[in-house]
């Protein structure tokens, strides 16, 4: 087991450095997400506006890989459209099952790869990617 | 403790990523010894039936190492009687039967609960939802900075309202023994009953029932030697017998009619279905083992390593321990600076090192200490200097990783 293959110098670089840290006012959803069998927790919020993800902060508690994913969907995401931002979410989901997605919009998220290999720690990289998808869900059912 | 002790524990000898593998996460569940495995093997071989009703050999021989068992679990844990030992499938349902079939029956609008926060949440939950049903109220006993429980801070929620006290004897988290016997009199003074969780006392030293008096007692097999799946709920004679049972079907009755049933005597009326035959069997082989090697012996061992275990971590700078420095079970709970708990364990697990990280089933102490997570490493009686020594560099490289 090589550690090197989950702890990626970009995946430290986005947990020591986190991007889209905090909160703003006037944000279209949030959503509270735990993960109850160890104790990560992420609000994410979401700025949604005619169909456009136009920006995403989160706030949260948890280990490297939890706050590195959340870091890098939060960048991956901004300036998406809602179709286009589940779709990287989907793809996402494919790249923690092992298969080989690309994702050429964003590459640092190919870093988290290796999660794969260690199978206790998916759930902490999906954490954040599950808040975008409720997320998402939320706008659209309140834009219905 | 020696290597003949190790020896017996075959899952010890591997290599995990390449290392010889340190388990460390007794408290959540202990590895088993050949003994166990053997008993498990021999009871399916040789003597598998179902217990109390086969009329053929092999019935009666399932049935007196179900029975049998029974017994050795009443002595270990100084009952008065086999009627005092229900087997369960843990501690947990253990606590859960005390709540729902002894709290509701007896529990009124305004009646007190007595917890600590340090309680894990399986004897948390049961009284909540009791709580929610009967209108009783929960009261928490305030914890000392160093996260124990002291007589007089129960004394100061304990009223003639309080119905029943619920503690742990030892904490899963920060390795502290409550004075559960000094407790359990103090309810008794004010006519409550005392209920003690012993998932983590049981396996690391002597607990006499008699000796600490309290009406009810839960325990895991599994966290002492034992298979998974089964546990016990000792209760007093005359409680058990005035409490309505939980599970109704077969094994459980006496005489059942079209529209009316009557119970089998204690301890029966509360195993309704096939019971967990091949699991005590397991537990009586493993307390058989845990008695060949002596529990003061064990809980001697479990001193020393921690007591080594707490002198080592407080050489890593930067490096918080939960609970107090002193200790006797073999337990301990930290946090390394801002190193993540699960990237810890992750770490530790290339170096084939087993920790436990998270809030171990204790979320409102885990708010109590603020920490979100913790790391946990915990010892029994085949964890050695040298496990200590391998979890101490272990994490100072985790450290150095993270630097």
Request: charged share 25%.
């Amino acid at each position: 087991m090589q550690l090197d293959d989950l702890y990626r110098r970009v995946i430290m670089d986005h947990y020591k450095n986190q991007r889209n840290r905090g909160k703003f006012e006037d944000g279209t959803v949030t959503v509270d997400l735990n993960n109850p069998t160890c104790g990560d927790k992420i609000s994410l919020q979401l700025k949604v506006d005619n169909g456009i993800v136009q920006d995403a902060k989160y706030t949260g508690e948890g280990c490297s890989i939890s706050m590195s994913s959340a870091s890098m969907m939060t960048e991956a995401v901004k300036g998406k459209t809602v179709e286009e931002a589940q779709d990287l979410a989907s793809r996402f989901s494919s790249l923690m099952q092992g298969e080989d997605v690309h994702f050429d919009d964003y590459e640092d998220i190919e870093a988290l790869s290796g999660v794969n290999k260690f199978p206790a720690r998916i759930k902490c990289a999906t954490l954040a990617w599950n808040a975008l998808r409720k997320g998402i869900d939320e706008d659209q059912h309140n834009h219905k | 403790m020696n290597n003949a002790i190790r020896e017996q524990f075959p899952i010890l000898k591997q290599e995990i990523n390449g290392h010889p593998l340190v388990y460390l996460d007794s408290a959540a569940t202990s590895q088993k010894p050949l003994a166990v495995i053997e008993a498990l093997r021999h009871y399916y071989e040789y003597d598998n039936a179902n217990v109390h009703r086969g009329v053929h050999t092999l019935g009666s021989r399932a049935t007196d190492a179900y029975e049998g068992a029974r017994e050795k679990v009443a002595k270990f844990i100084h009952a008065k009687s086999t009627k005092e030992i229900i087997f369960t499938r843990g501690t947990t349902t253990a606590l859960n039967m005390v709540a729902s079939s002894y709290a509701r029956s007896v529990l009124k609008e305004g009646d007190e609960i007595v917890l600590t926060p340090m309680e894990h949440h399986s004897n948390l939950i049961p009284w909540q939802q009791v709580a929610k049903a009967t209108g009783a109220v929960l009261k928490y006993v305030k914890l000392q900075e160093d996260g124990s429980v002291t007589l007089s801070e129960v004394e100061k929620v304990v009223s003639d309202k309080t119905k029943i006290i619920s503690m742990a004897y030892v904490s899963n988290v920060m390795g502290v023994i409550n004075p559960v016997k000094e407790v359990a009199a103090l309810a008794h003074r004010h006519g409550a009953i005392m209920v003690v969780d012993g998932a983590q006392s049981t396996p690391h030293m002597k607990v006499d029932m008699q000796d600490l008096d309290c009406d009810f007692y839960a325990l895991s097999g599994h966290k002492m030697c034992g298979p998974t799946g089964i546990g016990v709920l000792y209760g007093k004679k005359e409680l058990l017998e005035s409490m309505e049972p939980v599970e109704f079907g077969g094994e459980m009755i006496d005489d059942v009619g079209l529209y009316d049933s009557t119970w089998k005597e204690l301890p029966w009326k509360f195993e309704g279905g096939t019971p967990i035959i091949a699991g005590a069997v397991g537990l009586g082989a493993a307390i058989d083992f845990l008695e060949s090697i002596g529990m003061d012996a064990i809980e001697a061992h479990e001193h020393e390593l921690a007591t080594y275990a707490v002198s080592r971590l407080s050489e890593i700078e930067g490096l918080k321990l939960y609970g107090p420095r002193e200790r006797k079970v073999g337990l301990v709970t930290f946090n390394l600076g801002d190193v993540h708990p699960h990237d810890v364990a992750t770490v530790l697990d290339a170096s084939g090192i087993a920790i436990r990280a998270g809030h171990h089933c204790c979320q409102p102490l885990m708010r109590w200490l603020e920490a979100s997570s913790t790391a946990r490493a915990s010892f029994y009686l085949y964890n050695t200097k040298e496990d200590v020594d391998r979890l101490i560099s272990a994490l100072i490289q985790t450290k150095e990783y993270f630097g």
